[in-house]
């Protein structure tokens, strides 16, 4: 280690060169850099050369003497706390548990995605079978085996009849942003293709059947009215209303019948299903997925029909609807995340008192964990208006409430010794308020 310019010594470990430069030395290279705007020339002697011998390299110099002296002006303690991102106290407690709540989240993401293909028999509804998306009228049976079993496709006269309905809100999905300025052009060509839609449809009607003519008459209905927005190049809200109330009473119609056509197609195969999943003691176990959204998401025909062939307290454990499965790996784990917390929550919570059994019942349902820790704060801090998230404590009394509802000896005994603290907290502020007035 040598160096032949006073105060920075040069070292070499392999084929690297380490630079080190005193402090007091800073101020003045910052200078003298500006000044001579020239390469410094360092001596080094190297452990692996012989004794005395120097080697020379070149260090290009800096041309900015205030950027070099700022780089160097802070202090170690001053930089310290840039890189020490987590912090102290409360921010280290904060990133401390923030590594445990993550690595809860992917521990619990892998227990659910297993157990949820850990559960047999499973019957899923599903919605996005091919050519058949959104028609909602197959079932897929899984078995612990392996094996599947699927419902066939009901006739087609059940999907003919929906996507029959569906045209007055096509029409209107097409025609509604222009309600307001109803001659403002830009839905013709739109509408245009739905026509051209209907007469293709039209020429496939070559009989005079009951049937048919239902068909007809809603096609016709929907092409008219196309005909006249396109011919008075406009779209009058009043317009569109009289044609609605021209088809309702046909897509009434087909909707009765695509229910009834599902409901006859479905209940013989779901039956024997039934029956043998029965015959193998297996039936009551069996859970039911179905795959929604929130506008069809309640008294959907899928789920009652189960209702029909299940048990109360089976049908109401057992069939899991939600918005949330977009496929049929997304149902297992929900399935998986559902059943794996009513699991979870007889372990952790227990059911010895009326409190573990809440928790039991809010961790095994749609309802929240928090909700009754929830609406106390909100009734509690809506009650006193002064009150913000930062500042609302549980009072001693609602502890002892708590203490009450327990889980176990242990929490019970620490929640009543929080709320003595409490206790001691509040008559030592009421004692300070009484000494301030007097």
């Not at 500006?34 to 080094?44: L, S, V």
């Not at 260090?59 to 001053?78: M, N």
Request: glycine share 4%; hydrophobic share 35%; with cysteine.
């Amino acid at each position: 280690m040598n160096s032949n310019h006073s105060g920075k010594i040069v070292d070499k470990i392999g084929n690297r060169f380490f630079f080190y430069i005193k402090e007091e030395t800073i101020e003045k290279e910052a200078a003298d850099y500006h000044a001579k705007r020239k390469e410094t020339h360092i001596t080094y002697v190297s452990s692996n050369i012989h004794h005395g011998q120097s080697v020379s390299v070149s260090i290009p110099t800096w041309d900015d003497p205030t950027k070099l002296a700022a780089l160097f002006t802070p202090s170690i303690e001053q930089l310290l706390p840039i890189a020490a991102w987590r912090g102290s106290d409360t921010k280290q407690i904060l990133f401390a548990t923030r590594d445990i709540h993550l690595t809860m989240r992917e521990h619990y993401s892998q227990m659910i995605r297993q157990v949820g293909r850990n559960i047999f028999p499973c019957i899923i509804a599903s919605e996005n079978d091919m050519h058949h998306r959104g028609v909602g009228s197959m079932f897929t049976l899984y078995l612990e085996d392996g094996s599947t079993r699927r419902t066939k496709v009901p006739p087609a006269k059940y999907e003919i009849y929906k996507n029959l309905s569906h045209m007055p809100l096509c029409v209107y999905s097409i025609i509604s942003p222009y309600f307001a300025q109803p001659t403002v052009s830009g839905w013709e060509d739109k509408l245009m293709v739905v026509n051209n839609k209907i007469t293709v449809a039209l020429s496939t009607l070559q009989t005079q059947s009951s049937e048919h003519e239902h068909y007809r008459t809603m096609l016709i209905y929907t092409q008219e009215y196309l005909q006249r927005c396109l011919n008075d190049k406009s779209v009058h809200v009043h317009d569109f209303q009289k044609y609605c109330q021209s088809i309702l009473p046909h897509v009434i119609v087909s909707m009765a019948r695509a229910a009834e056509i599902q409901v006859v197609s479905a209940k013989p195969q779901l039956e024997a299903w039934k029956s043998e999943l029965e015959a193998m003691g297996k039936w009551t176990d069996t859970y039911v997925i179905i795959p929604t959204v929130w506008p069809v998401g309640h008294d959907n025909p899928r789920q009652k029909l189960f209702q029909q062939l299940m048990a109360k307290e089976h049908f109401q454990t057992h069939v899991i609807m939600s918005e949330m499965p977009r496929d049929i790996d997304e149902s297992f784990d929900l399935l998986g995340r559902v059943v794996g917390d009513r699991v979870a929550a007889r372990l952790i919570f227990g059911c010895e008192t009326a409190g573990a059994r809440s928790m039991v019942c809010a961790l095994s349902t749609e309802r929240d964990l928090i909700s009754d820790a929830c609406q106390d704060a909100i009734e509690k801090v809506f009650e006193n208006k002064e009150n913000t998230g930062t500042n609302v404590m549980l009072t001693a009394s609602q502890l002892r409430l708590y203490a009450g509802q327990a889980t176990s000896k242990e929490i019970e005994k620490a929640l009543l010794h929080t709320a003595a603290l409490l206790d001691v907290e509040e008559k030592k502020k009421n004692t300070s308020d009484e000494k301030s007035f007097y």
